[in-house]
Structures are given as structure tokens and as C-alpha cells.
């Protein structure tokens, strides 16, 4: 079973918090720090799990932060999406934050920005997501929950990347 819980007023109060801890770290090597997925959107059910996109600088890895990171608490997770870097931080066994890392030519396109987008501006968006993830919670395997949202995360994002004139795209990462 998937673990949702309402909205937190909270959440963007820890996000600037983690923003502020990684800022110094990562110093030039990123040139912006964002929050995004479900706790950045105020009025829907999430993980609590803080997810952060930053921008790499134009000359660096995104996969390869993990010296700057590791000091923070954050390891490198290898088999999330491989078209961005994926850095963990947990307390115990429970994930508290994700630290998402993107190439900086693919920053103002990247899916998980623009998926944040759409449902911060579009109530109906945000409530059908927020039903379907409620609906898809029980389930036993967090691969099916995600798997479950793939459609309707697809026809949004689409539909927001259709709103800036740019083409469709897939929302998997995988």
C-alpha cells in the first residue's frame, strides 16, 4: 500500500529548509533549485517525500554530484529514470527527499516541471490527479501505483506542453 497523506502547509517550509542545506553544496555546479512533485502543489494528497529539481550548470554531469551530495545525506538511485540524476535521502528505512537533477538544456522542458505547472494552475487537473492517486493507493506494489497514473500524468502534461507550444511527449522517465 501506498502511503498518501493530505497536504501539508508544512512542506514548502522543509522544502526551502533542504534548498537552503544543498544551495552551498552544490554551489556552481547547479544554477537553480526548484520544488516539485506532489507536495509542491498546495490542496493534493502526496507521499511526504520532498522532491527537488535543480539545473545543472551547462558543463555538468548530473549523474556525478554524488561527493557534493553524499556529505547531506543523499546516495545516488540508480534505477529510477535514467534521463535525469536521482540523488536519496532517507530517515531509516523512509525516503524523505529526492533530489531530482537535470541537464540545464533540458530544464524548461523537462516533464516533472511541467507537470508541477499544470496542476498548480488547473483545479480540475489537480483534483482528477489527486482521485486517481486515492484510487491507486491500495495498491500492494509502488511500481503499480505509479504505473496506474501513467494515462492521466500523460494527457496533462501533454495538454500543458500543448499550452507553450511544444510537442507531446512520453511521461515515462523510465
Known amino acids: 500500500m501506498v502511503e498518501l ?3 501539508r502547509a508544512e512542506w514548502g517550509a522543509l522544502f526551502r529548509s533542504e534548498a537552503h542545506r544543498l544551495a552551498p553544496a552544490l554551489g556552481p555546479a547547479v544554477t537553480a533549485i526548484e520544488h516539485i512533485g506532489s507536495t509542491a502543489v498546495p490542496g493534493l494528497v ?12 551547462t558543463d555538468v554531469d548530473p549523474f556525478a554530484l554524488s561527493s557534493l551530495v553524499a556529505p547531506l545525506g543523499y546516495a545516488q538511485h540508480r534505477h529510477g529514470p535514467k534521463n535525469h540524476g536521482i540523488y536519496v535521502r532517507s530517515a531509516g528505512d523512509l525516503r524523505t527527499h529526492i533530489l531530482h537533477v537535470f541537464a540545464s538544456d533540458e530544464w524548461e522542458t523537462c516533464n516533472q516541471r511541467l507537470f508541477r505547472d499544470a496542476l498548480l494552475r488547473d483545479h480540475a487537473a489537480r483534483a482528477r490527479y489527486g482521485a486517481l492517486k ?36 512520453s511521461a515515462w522517465d523510465k
Request: proline letters at 6%.
Open 46 to 57: 502526496a507521499k511526504p517525500i520532498i522532491d527537488l529539481a535543480v539545473r545543472s550548470a
Open 134 to 169: 486515492r484510487a491507486l493507493a491500495e495498491a500492494d506494489d509502488g511500481r503499480d501505483y505509479t504505473a496506474g497514473k501513467r494515462d492521466l500524468v500523460e494527457e496533462l502534461l501533454n495538454a500543458e506542453r500543448a499550452r507553450r507550444r511544444l510537442p507531446p511527449t
Open 5 to 7: 497523506v493530505e497536504h
